[in-house]
């Protein structure tokens, strides 16, 4: 059974350009869910998607928006970075959206500069 | 890997003396509580949870206690061991939300010393 892969590791973004992150989901999950992680602090939730929609939403911006594919992977996107979006970006997957086996990846580390 | 713990409350434990981990929640209608830790460059790992009919549970040397009077949540590590410095969140979740999101605290930074 595979884990919940993100990609890319880390990457560095100047103000005002876009970013796309990446996540797998575990093996048998169809939800995906993003947070946002700020140095020194628990993760905050963006959104979740399930059967390719969004399916609720946290206190962040339009400029954070996502997709979610047919094979349950999913896409983070967020336009015209500020400084204040440098993070860990944290995908989990579940099943049907359920808490229990709920799976984190390892983030993508995002720098804004 | 990168820190996760900056600025966060550290707490310092003796490898195999007992760690008590503590946690405010922040919703009195959150049914739903998860203990994580996570480690430097890693995801958050999940180690124990709890629903709020009960107020105890335990695990493999671990235990989670919960007080709904005063939404206080700990977290119990009986031995604790090198491999257990890290540092340490608490979630909560409106389960009968449509949707299943995590409310994390601010986090503990667990240091075990020789």
């Known amino acids: 059974e595979t884990g919940v892969t993100q990609s890319p590791t880390h990457l560095i973004k100047t103000r005002g350009q876009q970013v796309t992150l990446r996540c797998s989901s575990q093996?048998?999950?169809?939800?995906v869910s993003w947070y946002q992680q700020a140095l020194g602090q628990g993760p905050q939730f963006i959104f979740q998607y399930y059967r390719e929609e969004e399916n609720g939403r946290g206190n962040f911006p339009p400029r954070f928006s996502g997709l979610q594919f047919p094979n349950y992977s999913s896409e983070l996107n967020v336009n015209a970075l500020e400084l204040d979006d440098s993070a860990l970006y944290l995908c989990?997957?579940?099943?049907?959206?359920?808490?229990?086996?709920?799976?984190f990846g390892s983030g993508t580390r995002l720098t804004v500069v | 890997g990168e820190s996760v713990g900056l600025h966060l409350p550290t707490l310092s434990v003796q490898e195999g003396d007992n760690s008590i981990i503590n946690c405010a929640y922040s919703?009195?209608?959150?049914?739903?509580f998860i203990w994580y830790k996570q480690e430097s460059g890693k995801g958050p790992q999940f180690i124990i949870d709890?629903?709020?009919?009960?107020d105890k549970r335990q695990g493999q040397r671990v235990t989670v206690l919960l007080n709904k009077t005063v939404k206080h949540l700990s977290l119990q590590i009986a031995a604790t061991q090198p491999g257990d410095s890290a540092v340490y969140f608490c979630a909560e979740s409106l389960t009968t939300d449509s949707w299943g999101k995590l409310q994390f605290g601010a986090g503990t930074q667990v240091v075990v010393t020789p």
């Open positions: 989990a997957s579940s099943r049907q959206g359920r808490l229990i086996g709920y799976t």
């Open positions: 093996s048998g999950h169809n939800t």
């Open positions: 709890i629903r709020s009919n009960m």
């Open positions: 919703n009195s209608a959150s049914d739903y």
